[in-house]
């Protein structure tokens, strides 16, 4: 560091960041002329995004330092949250609302000549996720910041984030999406990199005093380079660090040696092989296809994470007994659960530890958060990958089961099947690591992300694990939203309503002040503007819609939405066969029938994973049930049906706030929590849905008048497959009559829809849609006859969002803290608040 005598200097010159208007334009032009090398006369909405972001960034850079400093300072325990998804959408709105300047940079860029609403549209999204489990990784990353605590986020910089979906005469056609053209929000740090191994060899050795030794030697050196993230949290100076690791060969460019010999397509192949690895993120969500490619990337980046988050606790110069008490590492999922195996390997191959306290180290310091019991989504590795490409984690991994199996033994001495059922290594053909279990065993605590999850796992899935551990290690967080986004960022006007009755915007710093709404839930005033907000949220989707697909919808329609990927489980073939049975519904019915229906608008959004033909054929399917429900004149505005392209972070923003009621109708037991649901119920819409997931906690919150729920319940479901396998099916008459109009080309080519039809017909209904079919048709029923008496309906609605408290990720991320990771918030001194609201 600098020596005293010329810190003065640097003191006085010190960089601030602006707060005023004229700050901000300054540092705008600033970036238009100097960093893009523009001006006045060549200056485009990209440019002037860009330059606006890059002020933003100035400033949040400079309190990312503070921050830093500041934890290093205090010396107290940090949480690293290891993500293989970050999906955080666009940051300049974010930015703007979470530092309290966001009508700073709105006069700014007026007076600049821009308006900020078209500046905010030009930002592409980071979309470094899937889905549910990638967006929860962001909305704690903004909690996390926001409640002040020094955590870290651990993740691959992806050069292809999730695909962007187009829709080509019904079906959905995938294009990459490349998204670093200009991403102004990251910063290199090619300083910043670590050597990571794969293949090569293990060699022990005895040395003098006979102690074993292994080296993993030989096999190919890749390098990995941060590129770090500012994370603001809101209302507080405390900028967070996500961390992303990009691959580049460790050769630099390409290999001289091999260049110089005349071998340049092997050099520069390397090179390729290398940057493959941060290339793309794998499309499928709640599925594990068992590729080479993806454990490599598992590895680069844990490896390179826990090099980083070693090197910072050596600084420390602690014994290595106080590394759980200075570090806490949570495991988004078993994707990252080869960080147990490296922190183990470190300790005892690197750091010369004796085994048994390596992994009283490595075991306090880990958590693992399980987000899905399908069978299919969880991870196993075959052996045989793991030897050739990790021969030493191998090796650790079956001293780690050793161990473990041994300590079962004891415990349970007769029990041979439990040994066989538990082992981490699962004895097929070719034998498996199972990922999962060695997650438990290498971790402290394990939970689930809503109560009927965390049972479930306790109950199916990880009941031997329950029996062996004890309760304890078992436990429950129910996932939650970061009411910033979700709410203040997605919904202003509803914000600025809600902020007005509860005395200001202190409700987005604690969720639970919504209450406050519920005196004015029969108030007319009140129920007016909410009742206008939502209008017009509902104008701006009727808008997106029309220039996105050409159709027309009325905006006073029962808006009604499903929006998440694409899956069976999440059953969006039942939505649309029930959009069938509408349509058929209103054809039988006589014009003097169909006056006294409420229109209806079926929205549909999400992408399917471009090896999953079933979830393609759905999007097909609804795109063809548009294609004839609107142009059909006997229905007209009764019914329409819209697939929106390409559902992302930026989009659910303007969708979500638009839902009268929205869809959350999984098959009872395999939606491990859904975090959609909490959003458009925050947004004041109701939900249709099963009791799944987290439904069965907003049903409790929010009380059972005020929800649709339906279905069988997760207990039932096994019987209802049994007896679909063994006992006669009965499909529902309605059903049927849904099937026959496919059957009959009422929707085009018949064959396109046969294996949809057939897996419910003929396959078992593993998803149980006909047995809860006639259910779902009277409670959509119900919901017609409530929306016909608004008064009650946005009463309901106020009521809903009053006790919607509870799901935001800010109590989440509390109880993560005080549960399992020890942490304390570190509270800047000079605690500036003074942005609340702006
Ligand atoms: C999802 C689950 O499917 C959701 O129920 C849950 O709300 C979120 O995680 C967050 O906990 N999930 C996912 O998006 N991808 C997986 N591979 C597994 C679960």
Not at 105 to 124: C, N, P, V, W, Y
Not at 328 to 352: F, K, S
Not at 658 to 681: P, W
Request: glycine share 6%.
């Amino acid at each position: 560091s600098i020596p005293e005598n010329q810190r003065e200097a640097w003191k006085k010159y010190q960089t601030k960041g602006f707060s005023t208007k004229e700050e901000f334009e300054k540092g705008v032009v600033r970036h238009v002329e100097t960093t893009l090398a523009r001006s006045m006369f060549n200056c485009d909405e990209t440019a002037a995004y860009a330059a606006a972001s890059l002020a933003f960034r100035d400033r949040l850079i400079i309190e990312w330092n503070r921050t830093q400093q500041r934890q290093t300072f205090a010396d107290s325990k940090r949480v690293y949250y290891l993500s293989l998804e970050f999906l955080m959408g666009r940051a300049l709105d974010n930015a703007m609302l979470n530092v309290g300047l966001k009508n700073v940079a709105k006069e700014g860029m007026s007076e600049l000549g821009f308006r900020i609403e078209d500046i905010i549209e030009q930002e592409h999204d980071a979309a470094l996720g899937n889905g549910g489990l990638g967006r929860l990784a962001a909305c704690f990353l903004d909690s996390m910041a926001s409640l002040n605590y020094p955590a870290w986020g651990y993740g691959l910089r992806y050069r292809y984030g999730i695909f962007k979906q187009e829709i080509v005469d019904g079906y959905q056609v995938e294009v990459p999406d490349y998204w670093l053209d200009f991403n102004p929000w990251e910063f290199p740090r090619h300083d910043i990199t670590v050597d990571i191994q794969f293949y090569g060899n293990v060699r022990k050795y005895q040395d003098d005093k006979g102690v074993q030794t292994a080296v993993w030697e030989g096999g190919e050196i890749v390098k990995a380079t941060a590129f770090d993230v500012p994370i603001p949290g809101y209302s507080t100076p405390t900028t967070n660090n996500l961390r992303l690791w990009s691959s580049k060969a460790a050769s630099g460019e390409f290999d001289f040696q091999k260049f110089n010999s005349g071998d340049y397509e092997s050099s520069v192949a390397d090179q390729q092989r290398a940057e493959t690895i941060s290339a793309v993120l794998y499309p499928n969500d709640n599925l594990d296809r068992g590729k080479e490619l993806r454990l490599k990337q598992q590895y680069f980046w844990v490896a390179a994470s826990l090099y980083d988050i070693v090197r910072r606790f050596k600084k420390s110069k602690r014994a290595w007994r106080e590394f759980p008490d200075q570090v806490a590492i949570q495991l988004n999922d078993t994707h990252p659960t080869l960080a147990i195996v490296e922190l183990q390997r470190i300790l005892i191959d690197l750091e010369g530890l004796e085994w048994d306290e390596a992994w009283s180290i490595v075991s306090q310091t880990f958590g693992y958060t399980n987000h899905t019991v399908l069978p299919e989504a969880l991870e196993k590795w075959s052996v045989p990958l793991f030897q050739n490409l990790l021969p030493r984690h191998l090796q650790i991994i079956y001293e780690i089961n050793l161990f473990f199996l041994q300590s079962v033994e004891r415990k349970f001495p007769k029990e041979r099947d439990l040994l066989a059922r538990v082992s981490i290594i699962e004895e097929s053909q070719p034998k498996m690591v199972r990922m999962a279990y060695l997650a438990i065993v290498g971790s402290h605590k394990v939970n689930g992300v809503a109560e009927l999850h965390s049972d479930l796992i306790k109950t199916t899935i990880f009941k031997d694990f329950v029996r062996i551990f004890g309760p304890d290690k078992f436990t429950n967080v129910t996932n939650g939203i970061t009411p910033r986004r979700w709410l203040h960022q997605a919904n202003p006007r509803l914000s600025e309503l809600i902020a007005s009755k509860t005395g200001g915007y202190g409700f987005l710093k604690d969720l639970t002040m919504l209450n406050k709404l519920e005196q004015f839930a029969d108030d007319k005033e009140f129920k007016k503007e909410w009742q206008e907000i939502k209008y017009a949220n509902k104008v701006r989707l009727a808008k997106h819609i029309k220039a996105t697909t050409g159709v027309t919808v009325n905006p006073s329609a029962l808006f009604d939405i499903q929006v998440k990927r694409i899956h069976e489980y999440k059953r969006q073939q039942m939505n649309i066969f029930g959009v069938i049975h509408r349509y058929l519904t209103i054809k039988a019915m006589s014009p003097e029938e169909r006056k006294k229906l409420a229109p209806r608008v079926s929205i549909f959004g999400g992408k399917a994973a471009p090896g999953y033909w079933m979830a393609k054929t759905i999007i097909h399917l609804v795109n063809s049930v548009g294609a004839v429900v609107n142009k059909d004149t006997d229905v007209g505005d009764l019914l329409k049906v819209i697939f929106l392209e390409d559902y992302n972070v930026s989009k659910a923003e303007t969708i979500i706030p638009a839902s009268d009621i929205s869809e959350h109708i999984s098959t009872a037991g395999t939606e491990a929590s859904g975090t959609s649901n909490m959003k458009f119920v925050l947004n004041g819409g109701l939900i249709i849905g099963t009791c799944d997931g987290a439904n069965i906690e907003i049903t409790r919150e929010v009380g059972e008048n005020n929800i649709f729920l339906f279905g069988n319940l997760s207990e039932d479901v096994d019987e209802l497959r049994h007896a679909h396998t063994y006992g006669r099916h009965e499909l529902d008459p309605s059903l049927a009559k849904v099937f026959d109009s496919i059957k009959s080309g009422t929707f085009g080519d018949v064959n396109s829809f046969s294996a949809l039809v057939g897996a419910i017909e003929d396959h078992g209904d593993y998803y149980l849609v006909s047995d809860d079919f006639l259910s779902y048709i009277q409670t959509q029923d119900l919901v017609d006859q409530a929306y016909k008496n608004q008064d009650e309906w946005i009463s309901k609605c106020i009521i809903s969002v009053a006790r919607m408290g509870f799901f935001s990720s800010d109590r989440c991320i509390n109880e993560y803290a005080e549960s399992i990771w020890n942490i304390e918030p570190l509270t800047p001194e000079d605690g500036n608040t003074s942005g609340l609201g702006k």
